[in-house]
């Protein structure tokens, strides 16, 4: 099958039939899960060694460990989606990250520079909102915060990319190989679900706002655009957290339980974020045509030849 292929058309391009998406599914399903308990494992172990168990039998060491437990298991969503996709839909796993088969670092860069900028613009609208615009500031031992600070900023990135591979890659891919709304909405619902049902105006703007994430992939071409609002946005949120103690509490709540007035700020982000990386996008685009994000790929099915993923523009970042 020959001809330009959208981003979420590139499952497409291995051992496509009608009974696929499921068996891909579950077996993605099924790797996570054991390598989720292999981790949890890991980790009630070294929680053991070091003596920071816990009694709290849903609970394996301290508050923080679990945290960083969960960042950690939701990173390992990035290698069990590539490997499901060469293996079980036997397809060039780089097709996740973009048509042009690899991870494309400047738009990677572009991009974090508008998330980081629109994740000021809504933390600060946040603070100003519930906080009246009082200073926030570290309130645990500065030591302390640095050391997680650093912990962070190594796990967080990595949490927003499995999330991103699992939801806006791999299930957009997978049932946007049937048809493109089903990707979407089935790879937004699932997005959403994960975070819980929390308050109806929560669960909206999270559904919301995941539908303009995965168009804003299909429009770029790659998980980008998406990996770098979700880290942008969760990395902040998670520094503020810890600088007043919270990642030392236990904590189920999430995005979708937020009250409405939280939830409009934070949908009014995800479309300035959108705006401007469409902005940049046609700027480019029509400046630098060289530079600009392909969104199509051309493709043969394996059953027609060898895949192919070649990217339509050259020169692309």
Do not use: K
Request: proline share 4%; hydrophobic share 55%; glycine share 12%.
């Amino acid at each position: 099958m020959d001809g330009g292929l959208t981003y979420e058309r590139l499952a497409r391009l291995g051992l496509h039939r009608w009974w696929m998406p499921p068996v891909a599914l579950a077996a993605a399903v099924s790797v996570a899960a054991v390598t989720a308990c292999g981790l949890a494992g890991i980790g009630l172990l070294a929680a053991h060694a070091i003596g920071l168990d816990s009694a709290d039998s849903e609970s394996i060491g301290t508050p923080l460990l679990d945290n960083m437990l969960g960042l950690a298991s939701l990173a390992l969503l990035i290698p069990v989606t590539l490997g499901v996709a060469r293996v079980v839909q036997r397809r060039p796993a780089g097709t996740l990250h973009s048509v042009a088969g690899r991870f494309r670092w400047p738009w990677f860069a572009v991009c974090l520079g508008l998330a980081f900028a629109t994740a000021v613009l809504v933390m600060a609208a946040l603070v100003l909102l519930y906080d009246g615009g009082a200073d926030v500031r570290v309130t645990i031992d500065p030591w302390r915060f640095i050391g997680i600070v650093v912990v962070l900023v190594v796990l967080v990135p990595l949490q927003a990319a499995g999330e991103e591979y699992a939801t806006r890659g791999f299930l957009l891919q997978t049932f946007g190989a049937y048809h493109r709304w089903v990707g979407i909405l089935g790879s937004a619902l699932v997005f959403t679900m994960m975070h819980g049902i929390g308050t109806w105006s929560g669960f909206v703007a999270l559904l919301v706002g995941a539908t303009i994430w995965a168009l804003l992939v299909i429009r770029t071409g790659g998980l980008e655009v998406s990996i770098a609002a979700h880290a942008a946005m969760n990395l902040l949120a998670f520094i503020a957290t810890a600088a007043s103690g919270g990642l030392d509490v236990a904590d189920d709540t999430t995005a979708a339980d937020a009250p409405i007035r939280a939830t409009l700020v934070m949908l009014g982000g995800d479309i300035t974020y959108a705006a401007g990386v469409l902005f940049v996008l046609r700027l480019v685009t029509r400046h630098r045509p060289q530079w600009a994000p392909a969104s199509r790929t051309i493709g043969r099915r394996p059953d027609a030849g060898h895949p192919v993923v070649r990217d339509t523009a050259a020169g692309v970042p």
